[in-house]
T-cell receptor
Framework: EAQVTQNPRYLITVTGKKLTVTCSQN?????MSWYRQDPGLGLRQIYY???????DKGDVPEGYKVSRKEKRNFPLILESPSPNQTSLYFC?????????????FGPGTRLLVL | RKEVEQDPGPFNVPEGATVAFNCTYS??????FFWYRQDCRKEPKLLMS???SGNEDGRFTAQLNRASQYISLLIRDSKLSDSATYLC?????????????FGKGTRLSVIA
């Protein structure tokens, strides 16, 4: 089944404790991205990647890191999480950024930073 | 001016009603446009792309007005299952822009 998977789905952590949220897609997609969704603010892009070893900042990259060593994986790293990073995170992928490409989203990761 | 703006709603409509959402975008260089649907606590899913000539998929009709820089979504004969948040998505181009910009969404509640 074609899908985007994220792990973990739910995470409670404490300020300053490094964490990684994994994202994997099995559709051979080139484009992958991370979003956070907060009430009243909608979906905001954190980082995106056009292909392996190519990553770019989105609208809200501060406090996050990503890597794209393989085409299928695009982990999101919070080196020192803070409470303002409490949010719902979505990973998404598409074949490319061509006009007609659909974005496929993972199921989301709910993060609470205490 | 925000890049993509939507009326947040909520729109509360009875079953069978026709409801329309609008979305305005600020970047005249935007190239493609989509409507996504997001159910509560779930991931967004593509509802339909929006083409210059307008397009229809069953009870859903999407239209694009490049001159006025807005897109619309019309839902006819609303069903209870249409209750969701509808996200307007625009692809942008040019330096300094993220490739995809999402509106904050319009919430629809269809009531029996």
């Amino acid at each position: 089944e074609a899908q985007v998977t994220q792990n973990p789905r739910y995470l409670i952590t404490v300020t300053g404790k490094k964490l990684t949220v994994t994202c994997s897609q099995n559709m051979n997609h080139e484009y992958m991205s991370w979003y956070r969704q907060d009430p009243g603010l909608g979906l905001r892009q954190i980082y995106y990647s056009m292909n392996v070893e190519v990553t770019d900042k989105g609208d809200v990259p501060e406090g996050y890191k990503v890597s794209r060593k393989e085409k299928r994986n695009f982990p999101l790293i919070l080196e020192s999480p803070s409470p303002n990073q409490t949010s719902l995170y979505f990973c998404a992928s598409s074949l490319s950024l061509a006009v007609t490409e659909t974005q496929y989203f993972g199921p989301g990761t709910r993060l609470l930073v205490l | 001016r925000k890049e993509v703006e939507q009326d947040p709603g909520p729109f509360n409509v009875p079953e069978g009603a026709t409801v329309a959402f609008n979305c305005t975008y600020s970047n005249s260089a935007s190239q493609s446009f989509f409507w996504y649907r997001q159910d509560c606590r779930k991931e967004p899913k593509l509802l339909m792309s929006v083409y210059s000539s307008g397009n229809e998929d069953g009870r859903f009709t999407a239209q694009l007005n490049r001159a006025s820089q807005y897109i619309s979504l019309l839902i006819r004969d609303s069903k209870l299952s249409d209750s969701a948040t509808y996200l307007c998505v625009v692809t942008s181009s040019g330096s300094g822009n993220t490739p995809l910009v999402f509106g904050k969404g319009t919430r629809l509640s269809v009531i029996a």
